[in-house]
């Protein structure tokens, strides 16, 4: 088999039935945009005494910073393309638990879904736990630091940001196992109560609907997996004429909006997440059920290829700019801000790439072997 024919099946970058190669690149736009912004949240806060989290709006930040320091601020907070993860994750979670049409095997369900996240997850944690005690001899070894990471409590409501957290980004696998546990309960309480229900079985979803109503009050931005449920719910063809119905240029137009909107006015997710979804279920559907511009620019081979890298370079880009700024900082450079910028962006794309791509061929790669993985569905991977 030629090289170039064996690396596009390493990489799952094959046609094939139930592959969709617009939305393997939304999750490649997804990812290349977590780890710009937080390679430009490392110079601001490590390099540029600014904030990434600072909640003002651009006026106010001018007022203290220079306009290159602002400039690198406001690229620095484009903290929302994990939203777009969480709707796939949703609208994918939705289709295969659908699909099995009320023979669904939880047991069986949670175990693949374990399979396919955690060990990842835990090689990276590893690897970022040493970068950070041993390297940056920042956060200890303790078990009292350990155990909660182990559970991606750093995520959790009300308690989260009191855990120190060795890979502060998989705070997003607290939504997604949140999202896992729970929906298909939800799923096929919401299928008993669609046939012949009884006082038992409706109480118990609406109690288990309550239960994960008031969880969410907490965490605002999971209320986009809620997005993806209802586009997981419409067939191919129904998203295909949706898809037809929506002009480019609003789909584009509002998305662009309102990354604007939320980088210089307002980061609050409060307000953002419920106007944020609209935006990009707008921008799936065109993506991935129609033809035209925004179609054949995801669909492009690069970003399908990071998009099916997608979570070990999410798990893996963190740590390893972290090791970049620590061995070779900024300080010592001497360039303009924004060509300082630049270069470690660009650097911290190379090594984060490679981080990622050492995790996908030593550890995620693993479970694509087994054949149950290769459903129809299951190539679509499930974002993190």
């Known amino acids: 088999?030629?090289?170039?024919?064996?690396?596009?099946?390493?990489?799952?970058?094959?046609?094939?039935?139930?592959?969709?190669?617009?939305?393997?690149?939304?999750?490649?736009?997804?990812?290349?945009?977590?780890?710009?912004?937080?390679?430009?949240?490392?110079?601001?806060?490590?390099?540029?005494?600014?904030?990434p989290a600072d909640p003002s709006p651009i006026w106010k930040i001018l007022q203290r910073h220079t306009i290159s320091d602002t400039l690198l601020l406001t690229l620095s907070m484009g903290h929302y393309a994990v939203d777009l993860f969480f709707l796939l994750s949703a609208f994918l979670i939705t289709r295969i638990v659908a699909r099995q049409q009320g023979r669904v095997s939880y047991a069986a369900y949670i175990r693949k879904r374990f399979l396919r996240i955690y060990p990842p997850f835990l090689v990276s944690l590893v690897f970022a736990a040493w970068v950070q005690a041993f390297v940056l001899q920042k956060i200890p070894i303790k078990m009292s630091i350990v155990l909660p990471n182990l559970v991606f409590a750093h995520?959790?409501?009300?308690?989260?940001?009191?855990?120190?957290?060795?890979?502060?980004?998989?705070?997003?696998?607290?939504?997604?196992?949140?999202?896992?546990?729970?929906?298909?309960?939800?799923?096929?309480?919401w299928k008993r109560t669609q046939g012949s229900p009884n006082a038992?079985?409706?109480?118990?979803?609406?109690?288990?609907?309550?239960?994960?109503?008031?969880?969410?009050?907490?965490?605002?931005?999971?209320?986009?997996?809620?997005?993806?449920?209802?586009?997981?719910?419409?067939?191919d063809d129904e998203l295909r004429r949706i898809a037809r119905g929506l002009p480019t240029w609003l789909v584009a137009g509002f998305y662009?909006?309102?990354?604007?909107?939320?980088?210089?006015?307002?980061?609050?997710?409060?307000?953002?997440?419920?106007?944020?979804?609209?935006?990009?279920?707008?921008l799936?559907?065109?993506?991935?059920?129609?033809?035209?511009?925004?179609?054949?620019?995801?669909?492009?081979?690069?970003?399908?290829?990071?998009?099916?890298?997608?979570?070990?370079?999410?798990?893996?880009?963190?740590?390893a700019m972290m090791l970049l700024d620590h061995w070779l900082p900024m300080r010592s450079w001497g360039l303009h801000p924004l060509a300082d910028a630049a270069v470690f962006v660009g650097m911290g794309m190379v090594v984060s790439l490679g981080a990622g791509l050492a995790?996908?061929?030593?550890?995620?790669r693993w479970y694509f072997r087994k054949p149950k993985a290769t459903s129809a569905v299951e190539p679509l991977r499930l974002a993190a």
């Not at 939304?26 to 977590?34: P, T």
């Not at 957290?165 to 997003?172: D, E, H, Q, T, V």
Request: proline letters at 5%; charged letters at 10%; glycine letters at 8%.
């Open 256 to 282: 662009v909006a309102l990354s604007v909107a939320y980088a210089t006015l307002s980061r609050n997710f409060n307000w953002f997440t419920p106007f944020y979804s609209v935006g990009i279920v707008m």
């Open 1 to 51: 088999m030629p090289l170039a024919r064996r690396l596009r099946s390493y990489f799952m970058l094959d046609a094939g039935p139930g592959r969709n190669a617009a939305m393997e690149g939304l999750r490649g736009y997804a990812v290349l945009l977590v780890v710009f912004i937080h390679a430009m949240g490392i110079i601001c806060y490590n390099h540029r005494d600014s904030d």
């Open 359 to 364: 995790l996908y061929a030593g550890v995620e």
């Open 155 to 189: 995520g959790a409501p009300v308690i989260g940001w009191k855990i120190a957290a060795y890979n502060f980004p998989a705070w997003s696998l607290f939504y997604e196992f949140s999202f896992y546990l729970v929906f298909p309960l939800l799923f096929v309480l």
């Open 284 to 319: 799936f559907v065109k993506t991935c059920y129609d033809e035209g511009l925004l179609n054949r620019l995801f669909a492009n081979l690069p970003l399908r290829w990071l998009g099916n890298i997608s979570y070990s370079l999410y798990l893996m880009h963190m740590p």
């Open 200 to 235: 038992w079985s409706f109480m118990s979803g609406v109690l288990l609907l309550a239960a994960v109503l008031y969880t969410h009050a907490y965490l605002p931005r999971a209320a986009t997996f809620f997005f993806g449920i209802m586009l997981g719910l419409r067939s």
